[in-house]
């Protein structure tokens, strides 16, 4: 069974496309994470939700907009696609808001979204 | 700028040498700091990880070290293998306003052991 799981893999598009990539997770976590790794393997925090309450949000264009239906599931929405937003992009999940709070915070992530905007 | 840094962004060594990678961090209330691991075409895996009260931690042919009064860790890897090929990330607990802490990464080093 998979812990961490999104679909699709890989998404191909146009720019000025609105395209959505959706997470699960089935380890219980009661937080969920989106983080962007960029060409050059750098990995950003995009947002963090904390059962289905945005938590943190980066200063990440209003594009785009993340969902949490339930503390399982974390979909990403982008509007309007830029060339910029290509970029493989990784959910994750966690036991505790607070990393600071719990002392150790272990981050599970996923495979991998691969957007590539033309 | 980013608040953890990694140092170097590359490292290539020879099979059965070691390896060591260093980070640093700017945030003193920073007390937690994992390593992972990511293999080409995965999500990165957490091999290691330190609390702010232990100096040092081991297991099996890898070993973290923490220094907190100049604020940077560093992994290393004995005896490496050419399974221990990848990017390898630091990251650090950052204030990310409020109360809230976020895991921030370093820019990870690919590393590449030859047989």
């Known amino acids: 069974d998979t812990a961490v799981s999104q679909t699709p893999k890989y998404l191909v598009t146009q720019m000025g496309n609105d395209k959505s990539i959706k997470c699960e997770q089935n380890?219980?976590?009661?937080?969920m994470y989106w983080y962007k790794q960029d060409s050059k393997k750098f990995l950003k925090i995009m947002f963090s939700?904390?059962?289905?309450?945005?938590?943190i949000n980066e200063t990440v264009p209003n594009r785009f907009s993340p969902k949490s239906p339930d503390k399982a599931h974390l979909n990403l929405h982008i509007n309007s696609l830029e060339l910029g937003d290509s970029a493989v992009y990784f959910c994750?999940?966690?036991?505790?808001?607070?990393?600071?709070?719990?002392?150790?915070?272990?981050?599970?992530f996923g495979a991998g979204s691969r957007l590539t905007v033309l | 700028g980013e608040n953890v840094e990694q140092h170097p962004s590359t490292l290539s060594v020879q099979e059965g040498d070691s390896a060591v990678i260093k980070c640093t961090y700017s945030?003193?209330?920073?007390?937690?700091f994992p390593w992972y691991k990511q293999e080409l075409g995965k999500g990165p895996q957490l091999i290691i990880d330190i609390r702010s009260n232990v100096g040092e931690k081991k297991d099996q042919r890898i070993a973290v070290t923490l220094n907190k009064t100049a604020k940077h860790f560093s992994l290393h890897i004995t005896e490496t293998q050419p399974e221990d090929s990848a990017v390898y990330f630091c990251?650090?607990?950052?204030?990310?306003?409020?109360?809230?802490?976020?895991?921030?990464f370093g820019k990870g080093t690919l590393l590449t052991v030859n047989p």
């Open positions: 994750a999940s966690s036991h505790y808001r607070s990393v600071l709070h719990s002392g150790a915070n272990v981050l599970t």
């Open positions: 380890l219980g976590h009661d937080t």
């Open positions: 990251a650090a607990t950052l204030r990310s306003g409020g109360s809230n802490y976020k895991l921030t």
């Open positions: 939700y904390n059962n289905k309450e945005l938590i």
């Open positions: 945030d003193s209330a920073s007390n937690y």
